[in-house]
């Protein structure tokens, strides 16, 4: 990976371990139907006109199918998921379970892309799902219903991330990576805008509120997920699956974690304990495995002299 690729690597996973801050900061107040649909809409807005002013809104038309599709996988369903996840679970780990997405990514790309599971990447499929099953043995952080069910929808969020990458790959490769951020984000705001509206702020933080009550703090939350998280993080993501691949892309995850951590711990207070360190390494390991970003048991070959 060239040093640009890292670099943009690097700031992509502070960029995004910062989402589960402000998560965590919104999605108690307002619901997650609030949280998604004001994610997608605000980060449309911002892209849509760079789309107009480039003169490709027109060229968005054919490929409307498959970026509903994406709009779908990328951002509806895993961002209701993850915000509903966060009104159970702290910032940091929430992030230690999103970085269970490069594993997904090299289940899907097997299972849909035919890519090669060698015995060191399936190595490091186990050694990450036993990096997932020490997180959830830590009673003090995963211990009622509800926190098992946040468990369950990280998880299955990050299962419909690796499907996108890999759908964006196939079949929205023909687009730049402003148009498919900004198309499938137009296409997502579509489906969320309206009923979020409608139905208002959902909190469960003390009596329902209108959206002239919603605080401050909540709002900037809510935009800093719009134009950081959303809008700029997943320009430099596309961009990262054009230049190195979805599957390396990907493994942007398993820098997420320190930072959601990080994050967490500054502006939330969250504790970050032992058993999340032990468990971060363990899925970061599986995620080097499993990816092909690592592979210890490929000996260098030697030329004969």
């Known amino acids: ?78 961002f209701l998921g993850l915000s509903q996840a966060a009104r159970s679970l702290p910032a940091g780990l929430l992030s230690i379970l999103n970085a269970t997405t490069p594993l997904w990514g090299a289940l899907v790309g097997w299972w849909w892309a035919g890519e090669r599971l060698s015995a060191g990447r399936l190595l490091g499929l186990a050694i990450g799902i036993g990096g997932v099953a020490l997180l959830a043995a830590d009673r003090s952080q995963i211990g009622s219903g509800a926190a098992w069910q946040a468990v369950a929808l990280c998880l299955g969020s990050t299962l419909m991330y690796a499907l996108a990458v890999h759908h964006a790959k196939r079949y929205l490769s023909g687009l730049s990576p402003v148009s498919v951020s900004a198309g499938s984000l137009g296409c997502a705001a579509l489906m969320l805008a309206w009923p979020a509206w409608w139905l208002g702020p959902q909190s469960v933080q003390g009596p329902t509120l209108h959206w002239g009550q919603v605080p401050a703090q909540t709002w900037g939350a809510a935009l800093g997920l719009a134009v950081l998280c959303t809008a700029l993080a997943y320009l430099l993501f596309y961009r990262l699956i054009a230049r190195v691949g979805p599957t390396k892309a990907l493994t942007v995850t398993f820098l997420i974690p320190v930072f959601g951590m990080l994050w967490g711990s500054l502006f939330l207070n969250e504790q970050v304990s032992a058993s999340m360190m032990a468990s971060t390494t363990v899925i970061v390991l599986g995620t080097l495995l499993s990816s092909g970003a690592w592979t210890p048991f490929n000996a260098p070959t030697r030329t004969a002299s």
Do not use: N
């Open 1 to 78: 990976m060239k040093a640009r690729d890292a670099l943009e690597m690097l700031l992509l996973a502070a960029v995004w371990g910062a989402s589960f801050l402000f998560l965590r900061m919104a999605a108690p107040v307002v619901g997650p139907l609030a949280v998604a649909a004001i994610r997608v809409t605000g980060a449309a807005l911002l892209l849509l006109p760079v789309v107009m002013l480039r003169g490709d809104l027109a060229r968005l038309k054919p490929w409307l199918p498959a970026l509903l599709v994406s709009a779908l996988l990328s951002y509806v369903l895993p």
